[in-house]
């Protein structure tokens, strides 16, 4: 039987692809045999590499430009004749206060948290629907967008869009392209101290995740894989959870401080070492 986890002869193209959830994603793309490209504003001093040696291809690209996003995704589809995958990474936003936030500084983080996955998207579509085989997009959203999301008003309901925009596409691109979201949760990145602190914080809070620890950027890429593959063929409009069972109930810890006094389902497993 066919593996159908094997993607040789795909192209994928993966935006903000050069590091963090996105590099891994690539990477893991590139172990299952596809063509990967990935974009960003500057290119890598080292590109994403499979396990066999073969490293993704580079597009430079500002997804908040409409313009730098069509050109992208003609590119990546021009380079190898074809577009399978489409994985709207490309996203984030540092934290803000948002009595003070700028208009200018809301407005981008909408841009790249929604517009651009949109736009990217059309363009994806216009290429896959007349394929052979069609294609898929996957969404990387968050669960900021499930939420409040304090410190990132602008991000979270950018999210929040995010989850519409997927299930929205999902119909008006059917049947040849299905379009799936990933609502990420806590994830251990190179930028975890930005949010969390210091390693001890950061195992900390992974602590109060369910399965005892924060997501690990593999965690999020095998979902990408799965929703891209032929196991996914019946799946489409979905918001896939990928955050270890959620976060810990504010009220459970307010009426039992006292971590001795919770019961088993209460009480955070043992913090994991902190993960890079």
């Not at 891994?24 to 590499?49: K, Y």
């Not at 629907?129 to 069609?134: E, N």
């Not at 930028?191 to 369910?210: I, M, N, R």
Request: glycine letters at 12%; a neutral charge; aromatic letters at 4%.
């Amino acid at each position: 039987m066919t593996d159908p986890l094997a993607f040789d002869g795909r192209v994928v193209l993966v935006t903000g692809g050069t590091r963090g959830i996105g590099r891994q994603i690539a990477t893991r793309f590139l172990a299952a045999g596809a063509e990967v490209v990935v974009s960003g504003r500057r290119e890598p001093a080292e590109p994403p590499t499979g396990p066999d040696g073969r490293a993704a291809t580079f597009v430079a690209a500002d997804v908040r430009d409409p313009d730098q996003a069509a050109t992208m995704v003609a590119a990546s589809g021009e380079r190898h004749g074809r577009l399978d995958v489409l994985v709207n990474n490309a996203g984030g936003s540092p934290p803000a206060d948002t009595a003070t936030a700028s208009p200018r500084f809301s407005e981008s983080i909408v841009r790249l948290n929604l517009l651009a996955p949109l736009w990217c998207a059309q363009h994806a579509y216009a290429r896959m629907r007349d394929q052979d085989g069609g294609g898929v997009i996957v969404n990387i959203g968050s669960v900021s967008g499930t939420r409040p999301s304090p410190g990132t008003a602008a991000y979270g309901a950018a999210k929040a869009g995010l989850i519409n925009l997927t299930r929205t596409l999902a119909v008006e691109f059917a049947p040849t392209v299905r379009v799936n979201v990933v609502v990420v949760g806590l994830v251990h990145t190179e930028q975890s101290g930005l949010f969390y602190g210091d390693d001890e914080a950061v195992a900390a809070v992974g602590a109060t995740v369910p399965l005892g620890r924060m997501a690990d950027p593999a965690d999020v890429a095998d979902a990408c894989l799965y929703l891209s593959s032929p196991l996914a063929r019946y799946v489409s409009g979905a918001a896939l959870r990928v955050d270890g069972g959620g976060e810990h109930p504010a009220y459970l810890t307010a009426a039992r401080p006292d971590p001795s006094s919770r019961g088993p389902a209460d009480r955070p497993a043992d913090p994991p070492s902190a993960r890079r």
